[in-house]
């Protein structure tokens, strides 16, 4: 008994000093930030999420719940945002230079090119905070080739930063089997499927990989093309779940952002959401966790062949 009070006694000591810090941590450091604004604080409830969808998903079912969100993006934030001129510089204001609901196609939402007869097919997955706009000249070039391409729009982006406040990485994984479930179903008996990722989008593509080995029902995958892949991530973003969780008081909203910059680019979030790096990092240790369950005397048999890029930045 004791020493369970002893342990109770001890976690709420780190947990009012977890607040103190944060709190410190906010009058510091978030009072020259600026100021939230719609496509920060918007609840975009219509994406997709494994909380509420059924079992048996079709990429029209994904597609329209990313009509749905888009439509919702129009009337929470679009509406609430004053109509700017040409030479406007906010993604969010309509009518301005970097409105991207005027370009075609939208490379916010997800893309499919399709060949007239398929060689293979290729699901392309963008990175955290990114959109299929990042895959788009991949697309191209593999779409040239012969390939059925699908760029794939994961839960949460492309449509304004705040989606990126309430999304889990188990969404964006199961938005990646829809996507190779619907391209491997156009397939040709014997023609392969790849699936390339960028960023967070390779982490997803090992973890499917990793999931199929683990016994899931899941179409086989003849390689993975992995560019910059976020296989592995700083154990302190460990701690960027309790700024989230301080961020739900009274006062704290701004402690849901690792960092709150302009909107100017048309296909690329510039505020990051503190949820957005504890996803990625609960993915990277879901990795391990698979990888350490499957691993043999000489590592992980079974998986297809792997072809990755890193910069030095990386």
């Known amino acids: 008994m004791k020493s369970w009070l002893t342990r109770g006694l001890w976690f709420l000591a780190g947990a009012l000093s977890v607040v103190l810090l944060g709190m410190g941590f906010y009058v510091q450091t978030m009072r020259d930030r600026l100021p939230l604004e719609p496509w920060h604080l918007a609840h975009l409830d219509a994406e997709f999420s494994t ?3 059924g079992e048996e998903r079709k990429l029209e079912d994904y597609l329209r719940h990313e009509e749905a969100v888009f439509a919702q993006l129009d009337r929470k934030v679009y509406a609430r945002v004053p109509v700017a001129g040409e030479r406007t510089i906010n993604r969010y204001a309509a009518g301005s230079i970097v409105d991207p609901r005027a370009l075609r196609p939208d490379w916010n939402r997800t893309v499919e090119l399709r060949a007239p ?25 593999l779409h040239a080739r012969g390939f059925d391409v699908l760029a794939l729009r994961l839960p949460g982006h492309g449509t304004a930063p705040a989606g990126l406040v309430h999304t889990r990485w188990q969404d964006w994984a199961a938005a990646t089997r829809i996507g190779a479930r619907h391209l491997a179903a156009r397939l040709a008996p014997g023609q392969p499927l790849y699936i390339v990722g960028f960023s967070t989008g390779g982490a997803l593509a090992v973890e499917y990989a990793l999931a199929r080995l683990r016994g899931e029902d899941l179409p086989a995958v003849e390689g993975l093309v992995l560019v910059s892949p976020a296989i592995g991530v700083s154990p302190i973003a460990a701690l960027a779940v309790w700024q989230a969780r301080l961020a739900l008081l009274p006062g704290l909203e701004q402690l849901a952002w690792s960092s709150v910059l302009p909107e100017f680019e048309p ?9 957005a790096g504890d ?3 609960r993915l990277t240790v879901k990795l391990q966790a698979d990888l350490d369950a499957l691993a043999g005397p000489q590592g992980v048999s079974g998986l297809p062949p792997i072809l990755a890029f890193q910069s030095i930045a990386d």
Do not use: E, I, T
């Open 51 to 53: 909380r509420d969808s």
């Open 117 to 141: 007869q398929p060689v293979a097919a290729a699901l392309l997955l963008h990175g955290a905070s990114d959109s299929p706009y990042s895959m788009r000249a991949l697309a191209g070039q």
């Open 267 to 275: 296909y690329k979030y510039g505020s990051f959401a503190v949820n």
């Open 279 to 281: 996803q990625v990092y």
